[in-house]
């Protein structure tokens, strides 16, 4: 039994109380459950109750000295942010591609010229199960001082089997040994590797008859992914590749209509995919097609910043009744970032959302669009005791001042893992 925590008396508590079975959609959206002067007690991990500090404090009045006392006076706190879609575990960097974009090529362009993705795979093949764990391990510790307590990783800087093995195996490994909770994607179809470039659908058969039956046999994924965009694999096999991770029981996610439309949106909503991301180009007719069906749209405002590309219509998709959700989309391509309050902000300056629909899109939706709805996402009784204290007032401001981490202290699973922002010592790698 772990010692209660008892967090006191912040200026809002965002609950986002409101029923855990459904992501959010359109004014729900909005609908933060704030708590002015409210109070957590944790227990055993889990949340026992919430409400104001007068109304905990007189529940717990025999039991106020056994708990840890966090005061959050003059502080926010909201659930632990929820990152549902990263490329978490990879090796090296390329800025070298920074430059170039800089200076007029395209992401495609230098993908197709053996850059981009294939030049991460060169990286993160080359290097071991331990530098790959490290180097994630590190940027998790990242992610955490950012307020973020659970992340979504998708392999796919392997496209052979070895490495794909590799990846998710560090991704399960972290899953174990690191605090944050990380939630496992398979994603072999990420790109067509060059010596499959004459013959794509044989790449396709191999994933689909080899490496989405082994994935699902040794339970390294829950979801199944694929990058669904014009030089990359076609909807059709798009289609192909999801519903046969569905046979085997992996959930579909799809990067769908990033650089060009492609009817991406309207195949997540076909194969009944959990969640459709990027989306920058999607068509009217699949936003509704996802409305209709309840696929989370997520939404990764800063690959569309990094890329120096028109962000996708958030407004419109919530106005559509598409659940939006928020990722910082971390990889060492397009999104170079652990910084999802950095996210936040552009959700409300490049996409029309607002700062409360932001806060839903970074919790409770991003909590359904990787399939934890109902256990992390909203400060209610019975869920996970993962809470981040924010060193603001009002959870405004936390989009309103950007490019500063606010985060001042992060309870996960009911332990204090982030105290006056640093985090504490036994988180540390090296
Ligand atoms: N668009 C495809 N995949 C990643 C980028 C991966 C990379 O460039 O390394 C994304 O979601 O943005
Ligand atoms: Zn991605």
Known sequence: MTKAIFIRNASQLVTLHGGSDAPRVKAEMSELGIIENGSVWIEDG?????????????????????AELVDASGKLVTPGLVDPHTHLVHAGSRENEFNMRLQGKTYMEIMNAGGGIHATTRATKAASHEQLYKESFNRLNQFLRHGVTTVEAKSGYGMDWETELKQLEVANELQEKHVVDVVSTFMGAHAVPK??????DEFVRVLVEEMIPKVAELGLAEFNDVFCEHGVFTPEQSRVILEAGKRHGLIAKIHADEIEPYEGAELAAEVGAISADHLLKASEKGMKAMAENGVVGVLLPGTAYFLMAESANGRKMIDLGVPVALSTDCNPGS????????????????MGMT???????????????????????SLEVGKK?????????????????????????????????VKGGQLIEELSLS
């Open 46 to 66: 889990v949340i026992q109750a919430v409400g104001t500090d007068e109304e905990l404090a007189a529940k717990y009045a025999n039991r106020l000295a056994e």
């Open 195 to 200: 010596e499959y470039k004459e013959n794509p």
């Open 335 to 350: 999104s170079p970032t652990v910084s999802l309050p950095f996210i936040m902000n552009l959700g409300c300056l490049k």
């Open 355 to 377: 700062p409360a629909e932001v806060i839903t899109a970074a919790t409770i939706n991003a909590a359904h669009a990787i399939n934890r709805g109902r256990e992390i996402g």
């Open 385 to 417: 005791g993962d809470v981040t204290i924010f060193n603001i007032e009002n959870y405004m401001k936390l989009q309103y001042s950007y490019g500063v981490n606010h985060t001042d202290t992060v309870v996960k699973n009911g332990r204090v893992v």
